[in-house]
Each structure stands twice: as structure tokens, then as C-alpha cells.
């Protein structure tokens, strides 16, 4: 049975367990969301705007105590986690902001001359399955643009983070969204295999793990539920040329060891060419050495530990088998003395085919480091992975940069930036790493009746 509590990662305590929902909590739950989705769903734009604004204000509001929680939860430095909590604000206002032109009829000219036009509408209730790396980002994402469409809400939130999972359900309720409008689910799988495929619920979206998505896939498909998912990945960060080492560095440094290298779209697989490799490798090094590892609830700290024990002897395995079997870490290498998930920021060269580190995700603050001889032999590489998340390519003329963008099996590519994500900008992969987008005009429309109207002159 999932254990709904809070491990904190920095001193390995354990908090009080929440109990698991009972059979009768699910179907209240159930009976509530589809009772508020006919309500909902007949509301005027101007009350959803209203709704999503406040949501943003109150994230705004309790920006610091939301922060603390996540440091406790998962590790997140408080200094990183109020910036979660912004971007979150900036989700809801977007959605707000652009409803009339989101939810706008779309004309479709016709050659008879009669009157067709598609209508967003919404489907109905939908259930979240969310993970522990944003608490509050993944759930906005998927959140803010179903509310504005006319859907409600179902969340089950990861069971390391039920302090987070209740505090956005108080929020929603404190913004004004009606009971069942947003309901917080504590239950395990079997209990979410069940709530999807209850005939009331009409999608499913998660962002997690391979095994998991594959698990509500299948259930979903039995069931004829729409599904997004968002998956792992392996981000390539490819290297050809630069003028300014110093920034390429640091956009290194920002898409490697953010969130202590827990974010599916970090860049994981620098793969640069000879003629840069060394200076990148010396300069990169030397960056990652001195990133500040410390207690997530303290202003000064850059990286706190990896979410779990489990999490942090997870990385330590997979840099193990590479420095057993020949690969080299530059800087770091080991897990960090003392209590806590600690890991060392870790740069690792020589890396090889037969190594857990050449075709695993290593979720945690590890980069990989290539060697390539040429722009073919960087592509080949960058494709050389079962994920297709994101991609960045880095050079000084930024079109030499874009010739790449067409060859790169990713659903987003970033030129002489580091992956990352904004309210207006879509986001999703291919490959093993999910399908579906969220995020931008694109986000709501995966949970949409695109709903044909056609009038005869």
C-alpha cells in the first residue's frame, strides 16, 4: 500500500502517516467531481478567470511556507522552491489571461458557403497522477488549463508529498472553486487503476516514471481513456563551438544540476566536439565543484539532497558500475558522509556502451560527459537513446545550431539555451518519453471536445 507521509531527505525523520481514501471516500470523491463538472462547465469565462487569478495570488501568498514544506518533502532548496511557486502563479495567470482567445469559436471556412466552426469544450472529470520533483509546477501544468476549459479536477499526488497535496487543495477551495471542483486523492495504485476506469472519469494525464506510465496506459486503453504522459529522458546538450565558454558553462550548470539533476528534461548527455571538449570538460568541472550541497531550509544553499535514500543509492549504483568499469569522474563521484540523500555534483567522462550510465536516466546531479569527432557523430549519439524528451545545441553562429534541429529525435529544442519551461511554451516528448503536450495553447486542447457545429445557409 502506497505510504502517504513525509520522509525528510535531509535528516532521513519520518512524520506521521494520512490515511489511505476508504472505497466510500473514492466514491464520494467520484459523485462530487461529476456533480461539480455539470455546474463548472456552465460557468462564464469571467468566473474561471476569477478562480484561476486568485489560485495564482494565493501561491504568491504562501510562497515561503509552501517553499519550507518542499524542502521537507523532497529536499528542494527553499531559495529554488519559491521560484517553483512564481512560475506556478505565472501558469494560472496565463491561462487566465488568454481565455477568450483559447476558448474562442474557430471558424472553418466552407465551400458551400454554409457556417462550421470547431468549439473547445470541456470532457469532464479527470484524474492527476503527479510526481514528487515539482510538487506544485506539475500539478498547475495540468490543472490550470483543464479548470479554464470547464473540467474538474482528481489529484493523486506522489506519497512523499501530502503536505503539498493538501495545501493545493485548500488553496483551490480558498480561490472560490466550488466542492469537487478539486479534490485531493490519498490512494494507491490499484485504487487510481479504479478510479480510471470508472465510466465517470474521462482522461487520465501523469508525469512519472516508464513503468508507471506504461501502467495507466494500459488501463486507460482498456478503458477508451484519453491519456497524456510525461515520461523520463535523457537530454542531449550538444556542444559544437563557443565564443563565450564562461556562459555556455553556466547554461551547463542550469540545465544539469537544477532541482539536484531530478527533472526529466535536465540535460544529462553533454555530447561535445573534440575541438571544444577539453576546455568545456576543464571549465564544467571546475564549475560543478564547487556547487554549495547543503540543508535545503537554509537561503545560502545551491543543491540540497536527492528526494530519498532510495533516490540517492540509485545514483550511487549507477556511478559506480561506470567508475568500475572505466569511466572517470572528474569531480565528485560518491555519496556525501553523514545522514541525509546527499550526493556529490558529479562530472563523469568515458563513458561507454555496456555501462548503466551510457542508457539509463541518472536522476540526480550527474552529468555525462561525450567526446565526438563530428556533427554527425553528435547527432547519431543525441538519437542514441530510447527517450526523445528535449534537446539543446550550443554554438557561436546560432544557425549552425538550427541545421541540427530537424535531425534531433526530441519533442523540444532549445538553441544556445538549456532546456526549460514557461507558461506559453509547449511541453512533451516522443519516444518512451510520453506523448501528449501541456503547457501553451497546445495544453488545453488534449483534454477537449473539439466539437463541430455546422449550420445549413
Same mark, same amino acid.
Given at each position: ?134 510538487? !506544485? ?44 471542483? !478539486? ?194 557523430? $553528435?547527432?547519431?549519439? $543525441? ?51 510520453? !506523448? ?22
Amino acid at each position: 500500500m502506497s505510504d502517504y507521509r513525509i520522509t525528510d531527505p535531509a535528516t532521513g525523520e519520518s512524520e506521521a502517516p494520512h490515511p489511505l481514501a476508504s472505497a466510500e471516500d473514492v466514491e464520494s470523491a467520484l459523485s462530487s467531481a461529476m456533480e461539480a463538472f455539470r455546474a463548472w462547465r456552465r460557468t462564464s469565462i469571467a468566473e474561471r478567470q476569477d478562480v484561476l487569478r486568485r489560485v495564482a495570488d494565493l501561491h504568491e501568498e504562501r510562497a515561503p511556507e509552501l517553499a519550507a514544506v518542499m524542502a521537507r518533502e523532497m529536499g528542494k532548496p527553499v531559495r529554488s522552491g519559491r521560484g517553483e511557486i512564481s512560475l506556478c502563479a505565472e501558469i494560472y495567470r496565463y491561462y487566465a489571461d488568454h481565455a477568450e482567445e483559447f476558448l474562442a469559436d474557430e471558424v472553418l471556412p466552407q465551400q458551400d458557403g454554409s457556417t462550421a466552426r470547431l468549439r473547445t469544450a470541456p470532457l469532464g472529470p479527470l484524474l492527476g497522477i503527479m510526481p514528487w520533483n515539482y510538487p !506544485y509546477y506539475q500539478v498547475a501544468r495540468f490543472a490550470a488549463p483543464n479548470l479554464l476549459l470547464g473540467n474538474v479536477i482528481l489529484l493523486k499526488h506522489a506519497p512523499q508529498c501530502p503536505e503539498s497535496a493538501l495545501r493545493m487543495a485548500a488553496m483551490f477551495a480558498d480561490a472560490g472553486l466550488s466542492p469537487g471542483g !478539486y479534490t485531493n486523492l490519498f490512494v494507491d495504485n490499484d485504487q487510481a487503476a479504479a478510479i480510471i476506469a470508472d465510466p465517470r472519469v474521462q482522461g487520465v494525464s501523469l508525469t512519472g516514471s516508464e513503468r508507471a506510465g506504461a501502467a495507466v496506459a494500459e488501463v486507460a486503453g482498456r478503458h477508451l481513456k484519453k491519456v497524456v504522459l510525461e515520461l523520463g529522458g535523457s537530454d542531449p546538450f550538444i556542444v559544437l563551438d563557443t565564443d563565450d565558454l564562461d556562459g555556455l558553462v553556466a547554461e551547463a550548470i542550469v540545465g544539469r544540476m537544477g532541482n539536484c539533476g531530478q527533472a526529466c528534461n535536465a540535460a544529462k548527455r553533454f555530447v561535445a566536439l573534440a575541438e571544444v571538449y577539453d576546455a568545456f570538460v576543464e571549465r564544467f568541472t571546475a564549475a560543478v565543484a564547487v556547487i554549495r550541497v547543503g540543508n535545503p531550509l537554509e537561503e545560502d544553499t545551491t543543491m540540497g539532497p536527492l528526494s530519498s535514500l532510495a533516490a540517492r543509492d540509485q545514483v550511487a549504483a549507477q556511478v559506480a558500475d561506470a567508475l568500475a568499469k572505466g569511466a572517470v569522474a572528474t569531480t565528485g563521484g560518491d555519496v556525501v558522509p553523514g545522514p541525509g540523500a546527499y550526493f556529490q555534483p558529479t562530472v563523469l567522462t568515458g563513458v561507454e556502451p555496456g555501462m548503466r550510465a551510457w542508457s539509463e536516466e541518472i536522476f540526480g546531479p550527474v552529468a555525462v560527459v561525450h567526446r565526438v569527432a563530428d556533427v554527425a557523430e $553528435a547527432v547519431r549519439l $543525441a538519437n542514441e537513446s530510447p527517450y526523445g524528451l528535449s534537446a539543446s545545441v550550443h554554438a557561436s553562429d546560432p544557425a549552425d545550431a538550427l541545421e541540427l534541429v530537424d535531425l534531433l529525435d526530441a519533442g523540444m529544442v532549445y538553441i544556445n539555451e538549456s532546456p526549460s519551461t514557461a507558461a506559453d511554451l509547449p511541453f512533451g516528448g516522443i519516444k518512451r518519453s510520453g !506523448y501528449g503536450r501541456e503547457l501553451g495553447r497546445l495544453g488545453i486542447l488534449e483534454f477537449a471536445n473539439r466539437k463541430l457545429i455546422k449550420v445549413r445557409k
